[in-house]
């Protein structure tokens, strides 16, 4: 296999919305470049990018793959990414290491909500785009309409360099408007093409989108401009080299048009990715620190100091883990040390390989630019750097955003909880979007994902990959429980049974403190009443007390204890009697000052476009949130709430109903607020119903 570097390689992100046939296209990209020998996804549901066990029986793509191709001495590096929202954290990733985005749309759908969040992510990291009008072959396909949406949402950059021959199911062709040739394609989906005139009833057509392509181009530079202008138009040679310029500098967005499933655009797409898009020498520049924390210019020669980036982990069946990176400067060399700069420790480098789909072809080295494998490594992860020790650079990786929703898991049986935490903590390295934790209170263990089915995929393949059962539930809102006024309370406990009794007496005041404020104790014993060997008894007492709750078993907050005074007898008192007459005193207590609960409230921002805000506040309004304020972006609106947790716990399919999958949401905990007391008789029973005893409750209410 040939070593690349530099102008030799492009890595292109396959980018866009579920069910445009981004993983379809690759696949053909792959057959028509003679990298493999199957088209499409075939029976079993298989395609070169979508090898998870999930993903085939789901037919869609579920993580990032990488893929490549030689074609004309160059080779190419082909991300293919799911387009589901809860899995945009994968096309993300891939967008940081690939030097530009395809970003398909389907010519019935057009413009859709993944379609513009992953536009946004390539305009944050600064990539070329280039668009592909897909499924041009089915009913209701139109190349015209889509390239409409299209302008409308992205602008008049967005131009046209191919036109398609035919509509729907006799769609058989391409117009290359650079090159003025007609490209038709069999029936038979071989991707053979066929390079001819262009057919006389779309010649004027052909004639009349090319003038515009070339006056776009002439637009971006003057000494172009005054070519056109002196010439009536451009050169060849000066149409493609402008157009390869103005698509590096994001000036054009030229869109190509494709049916995958048939075959149809893909030698076209292989000869558009090499003749306009960048190479890694031309690309944007890369976003990294030295150990000081002073940004770092990166050498891109292959003789320079060695610098690569882990964007992605998966675990294989035979090679176990392995790890997907870019190699950003240098060159990497199989079975080499280096140092994992983001950690700050040596580490071994076994075989490097390339990656297609699951298949692995070792190799010597892998030069900067280039995207590989490795497996087995001892302590990396997904986002840290692999470097020269001399050269100790970091390089940026993405940001993951928050989990959106939480389930409490549970294994189904005792052998399996012990392998639970390893397996989940093996899938984390696979997809760091997922969180798995302890509430400390409910005592559950949580696990947080992007979404209902990004959770459920995660308990997939805990069966089907680590042979873990699990069971899902709501988590349990963490209430708390205080008191709303100040209560004098008397602790008593006296038991007599031949020899030594037991005896202690104590005296509190116990008194609300502000939110937040959790629990103090104040001795205020004075002349001895109870020796000093026992006060602290008294507070442990309190303490066992208040955490096993008084209303509804929820822990008591935000109140402070004055001991005021008690009795103690020489032989009787212990620390043991002292302990018992102080959780005596706090029951008295929570009942003289009014008990209630407490409910935590999150901070909610909700983004979405500009026509769901009013229904979005409509259903807030019902789930008792606050609206605190609306910011206004383009077509984008942001919503900022407070919210009861108790509230929030299904709010994600809402959300997705309510904004037809085009609004997000994140959510971090705020403060606790008293439940309104209508809510809490129904916690209380619930309580009661589920754990039996709190008898204090109805004496508290």
Known sequence: MKVYSGSELRNVAVVGHNDTGKTTLVSQLLFNAGATTRQGRIEDGTTTTDFDQDEIERKHSISAAVAFAEWKNTKINLIDTPGFGIFLMEARSALRVADSAAVIVSGVTGVEVTTEKVWKFAEELHLPRILIVNKLDRERASFSRTLEA????????????????????????????????????????????????????????????????????????????????????????????????????????????????HNVGGHA??????????????????????????????????????????????????????????????????????????????????????????????????????????????????GETLAAKEHAIVLKHIEYPEAAISFAIEAKTRGDEDKLSTAIARIIEEDPTIRFARDEQTKEFL?????????????????KKYGVDVILHPPKVPYRETITKAADAHGRHKKQSGGHGQFADCKITMEPLPRGGDFEFVDEIFGGSIPRQYIPAVEKGIQDARRKGFLAGFPVVDFRVRLKDGQYHDVDSSEMAFKIAGSLAFQQAMEAGRATLLEPIMHVDINAPSEYVGDLMGDLNSRRGRVEGVDAEEDQQTVHARVPLAEMLTYGSTLRSITQGRGSFHMEFSHYEEVPRSLQEKIIAEQKKQHGGGDHAAAAH
Not at 447 to 463: A, C, N, R, T, W
């Open 150 to 261: 299209l302008q409308k949402k992205f602008g008049k950059n967005v131009v046209p360099i191919q036109l398609p021959i035919g509509e729907e199911k006799d769609f058989k062709g391409v117009i290359d408007l650079v090159a003025m040739k007609a490209h038709l394609y069999p029936t038979d989906g071989s991707g053979k093409v066929d390079v001819t005139e262009i057919p006389a009833d779309l010649k004027a057509d052909a004639d009349e989108w090319r003038e515009k392509l070339i006056e776009k181009v002439a637009e971006g530079d003057d000494t172009l401009m005054e070519r056109f202008f002196d010439q009536g138009g451009l050169s060849q040679e000066e149409l493609m080299d402008g157009l390869h310029r103005e698509v590096s500098h994001h000036q054009i967005y030229p869109v190509l048009c494709a049916s995958a499933s």
């Open 447 to 463: 696990i947080s994902g992007q979404g209902q089915l990004h959770v459920e995929i995660v308990v997939s393949k805990l069966k």
């Open 269 to 382: 797409i292989l000869d558009a990715f090499l003749s306009l898009l960048p190479s890694p020498e031309e690309s944007k520049q890369i976003e990294g620190v030295d150990k000081n924390g002073a940004a770092v210019t990166f050498d891109r020669r292959p003789e320079a100091f060695p610098s690569a980036l882990v964007f992605k982990t998966f675990s294989d069946p035979f090679s176990g883990r392995v790890s997907l990176f870019r190699v950003f400067s240098g060159t990497l060399k199989s079975d080499s040390t280096y140092w994992n700069t983001t950690k700050d420790h040596e580490e071994r480098v076994g075989k490097l390989q390339l990656i297609q789909g699951k298949q692995q072809v070792a190799v010597p080295e892998l030069r900067a630019g280039d995207i590989g494998a490795v497996a087995k490594l001892k302590d990396v992860h997904t």
